[in-house]
């Protein structure tokens, strides 16, 4: 017998929403693999100042566990761990979790149909059903620099915040301005004797409307659960209204970079800063970044903005492609996580021995971004083509995990033992996929960025809209898998 109807892997956002899909579902019997000592993922490990969503808090969590307490429009780290661990423990679900178990390995037996999941500590636990919602950040990505282990400072990356040292009065180094070092950079800035910002590529940044929530829209909420639901919805839609302008017509996004321009010229007057800082590139084809600081830190005296990465390490500086050394007591990482291979750590061996690294290696690909030929009974979370890049994706989250239910209980409706999806069937989907990225503004001949990939579709995200995927999700197509008995 199995340990477990269903093994989920990782106790994050995905992880909690599938956990809880189940039990709604009357399917008790599954178990949590987590790594870390506690659950949060992504929200659990990035501590580093100014921490924070860009996505709205009432639209950023659950629609099943509603949060009228949010304190700020945007939430802080801090907040949402502990909205994850509220949530976990009103639901109780303490008794599937299983902290400290690093998964490593995991092979489908066909003779029993079922999955073989190995850790690390050597701890195996066996199920009828794999659900990895690992996530994708979790795995640093670690940029190669010649000469850095002789660097005699501190050096960490934005997922691994060094709390223990003071950067008051210290001259540090900030290598990227993503999402996470947008955030950092004016935290640090406000501290150190000296900042120097390395850019590889510079972002669109657009001001945050972040407010305290007044006491009385928290009552509203709390007593009117009605007020909150209708506040989340319109949240949703104008989200989806305006996503319009990424995934069906760009144009959009072109008249609105002059006002994204004058926004950026208004915040910063000099004028070769300013120039450092500008994109080259189509606005909203990269990742848009929401601060009110940001450019703001850049214009102080003590901060620098260099561009390019560094290209070498000494014991008490970073040199940069110019061949100009900056002195710095501390390098921080802000260099983003390696997402679309954040699977390949775990080997995953299917049907006849097929390995998901092997068959991903010319780019990841999916069926609707939760199911893969060759791997039957295992599902993904924001799998390749599961997520999407301007609203919040807990919407996606949701949708996968009671489609993944659905599939369950298709299986048990069937007396079958496992089901599959065809191969032609994730070939379609990769089609459609394709077609509708063309369309985008994340396309590649508008810019190159991490959502595009080597795969059929050509991309990572899903390009389209919530609402559409919803749709094509409501229930599973039985004529897309093969069920065996």
């Known amino acids: 017998m199995p340990d477990a109807s269903v093994v989920i892997v990782g106790a994050g956002f995905s992880g909690l929403a599938q956990a809880v899909m189940l039990e709604k579902a009357g399917i008790t019997d599954y178990v949590i693999l987590e790594k870390a000592d506690e659950l949060g993922g992504t929200w659990r490990d990035n501590t580093y100042p100014g921490c924070a969503c860009d996505v709205q808090s009432h639209l950023y969590s659950y629609s099943f566990a509603d949060n009228p307490g949010w304190t700020k429009t945007y939430a802080a ?4 761990l502990a909205y994850l661990e509220a949530v976990a423990g009103e639901r109780g679900l303490s008794r599937a979790f299983r902290f400290g178990v690093e998964v490593t390995g995991a092979r489908w037996d066909a003779e029993s149909a079922t999955w073989n999941v190995r850790s690390s500590s050597g701890q195996e636990f066996t199920g009828r059903f794999l659900v990895f919602g690992a996530g994708g950040l979790h795995g640093a990505r670690l940029p190669v620099i010649p000469g850095l282990e002789e660097f005699t400072g501190q050096v960490w990356h934005s997922s691994r915040w060094n709390h223990e040292y003071d950067l008051a009065g210290k001259k540090v180094a900030l290598v990227g301005v993503g999402a996470s070092g947008v955030q950092i950079a004016p935290e640090v800035a406000e501290v150190a004797a000296g900042l120097v910002v390395f850019q590889r590529t510079a972002p669109w940044v657009l001001p945050k409307e972040d407010v305290t929530v007044p006491r009385w829209k928290k009552l509203a909420f709390r007593y009117l659960p009605g007020v909150q639901a209708l506040y989340r919805t319109v949240l949703f839609w104008k989200r989806e209204l305006r996503g319009l302008g990424f995934h069906h017509k760009p144009e959009l996004m072109e008249k609105a970079e002059p006002a994204v321009r004058k926004y950026l010229e208004a915040e910063i007057a000099d004028p ?11 606005f909203g084809c990269k990742r848009v970044l929401f601060s009110n600081d940001y450019y703001r830190a850049l214009t102080r005296e003590h901060v620098g903005v260099v561009p390019g990465e560094p290209v070498a390490a000494r014991s008490r500086s970073l040199v940069d492609s110019e061949g100009v050394e900056h002195e710095v007591d501390a390098i921080i990482l802000a260099t983003g996580f390696d997402v679309t291979s954040s699977l390949d750590r775990i080997e995953i061996e299917g049907v006849d021995g097929r390995l998901l690294s092997k068959y991903w290696a010319d780019g990841p690909t999916t069926y609707r971004g939760v199911a893969v030929p060759g791997f039957p009974n295992m599902f993904l979370l924001l799998g390749p083509n599961g997520f999407v890049a301007y609203t919040s994706v807990i919407a996606m989250i949701e949708t996968q995990a009671e489609y993944i239910v659905r599939a369950l209980r298709m299986v048990r409706s069937k007396s079958a033992r496992s089901l599959q999806v065809r191969p032609e069937a994730e070939a379609g989907f990769q089609d459609e996929v394709g077609r509708k990225l063309a369309r985008t503004v994340w396309s ?17 995200l899903w390009p389209d809209s919530i609402w559409r995927y919803r749709l094509d999700m409501r229930r599973p197509d039985i004529r897309d898998y093969h069920l065996s008995s």
Not at 77 to 80: C, F, G, H, S, V
Not at 272 to 282: G, H, I, M, Q, S
Request: aromatic share 10%.
């Open 77 to 80: 780290q801090e907040e949402i």
């Open 272 to 282: 070769e800063l300013r120039r450092a800082v500008t994109p080259d590139y189509a």
């Open 444 to 460: 590649a001949d508008r810019c190159r960025s991490w959502y595009q990939s080597a795969s059929p579709s050509g991309t990572v």
